[in-house]
């Protein structure tokens, strides 16, 4: 035990740096927290160890009770206000009156187009004019995750990403969260690995992999809301 809690250490301290480095070659960071068990950590090391970061949180309108309660957990643990980014009103009205209030089962267009509204464009309204964000994304997640790179440019949205928890296993993540009593979604202990909007988000069963619960009813391979691109960004210039 006492070994895996240095290596958790030497690991974490290797992230602070990475986060410290980002702040230090591209001045304005901002970390989009998902508010999963990856996010636990970031918060934990960022709100105590790099608070030049801004963090945010995007409020769907379609999110677990669950995930609300986590939100006021982490501001009274931290004593700090977690900044909300919510979907355009007039561009939300238009696509439930259209598309109807459960509409993106019925298409993967109508599913994206959801995603893009309630997700995508908040996303982009609160990374405006910033030089880097953060992301907690992990090579064991997914195939197309398991390209990802540290630092990489992200075309798609005009700045750099940084994503310093690559190479942290599911189970370092929670002995992070554990040894240091953190909170966390308590959907997580009702086998829901990864947590995304109530009604595109299932627990998984024995077997299935860790993502299997988001958009179970498509494809494996569009499986992505569109923050993460399905193909391989281009990496950083050393």
Same mark, same amino acid.
């Given at each position: 035990?006492?070994?895996? @809690? ?5 690991? $974490?301290? /290797?992230?602070? !740096? #990475?986060?410290?480095?980002?702040? &230090?070659?591209? =001045? *304005?960071?901002?970390?989009a927290?998902s508010?999963g068990a990856?996010?636990?950590v ?36 931290y004593?700090?206000?977690?900044? @909300?980014?919510?979907?355009?009103a007039? $561009?939300? /009205?238009?696509? !439930? #009156?259209?598309?109807?209030?459960? &509409?993106?089962? =019925? *298409?993967?267009?109508?599913r ?31 195939a197309?995750?398991?390209l990802a790179?540290?630092i ?63 958009w179970?009813?498509?494809q494996?391979d ?5 923050l ?9 210039e050393?």
């Amino acid at each position: 035990m006492g070994e895996l @809690l240095n290596r958790i250490e030497q690991k $974490a301290e /290797a992230v602070r !740096t #990475a986060l410290a480095e980002a702040v &230090g070659a591209h =001045h *304005s960071v901002i970390y989009a927290n998902s508010l999963g068990a990856e996010a636990m950590v970031l918060t934990d090391i960022i709100w105590t160890q790099v608070p030049q970061i801004e963090i945010f949180s995007i409020d769907t309108g379609r999110l677990h009770q669950e995930t609300y309660d986590l939100m006021e957990k982490l501001q009274w643990r931290y004593r700090r206000t977690l900044r @909300l980014v919510h979907p355009d009103a007039t $561009a939300l /009205a238009k696509l !439930t #009156a259209e598309r109807g209030v459960n &509409g993106f089962y =019925h *298409s993967l267009d109508a599913r994206l187009e959801c995603c893009q509204i309630r997700k995508i464009e908040p996303f982009k309204r609160a990374i405006a004019g910033f030089g880097a964000w953060v992301t907690g994304v992990r090579r064991e997640q997914s195939a197309a995750r398991a390209l990802a790179q540290p630092i990489e440019w992200d075309a798609q949205h005009g700045l750099y990403k940084v994503s310093p928890l690559l190479d942290w296993s599911e189970a370092e993540i929670w002995q992070y969260i554990r040894t240091r009593k953190l909170p966390y979604n308590v959907l997580h202990d009702r086998q829901f690995p990864s947590i995304g909007c109530e009604p595109c988000t299932r627990a998984i069963q024995p077997g299935e992999s860790r993502r299997a619960g988001r958009w179970w009813w498509e494809q494996t391979d569009s499986r992505e809301c569109g923050l993460h691109p399905r193909a391989r960004p281009v990496a950083a210039e050393a």
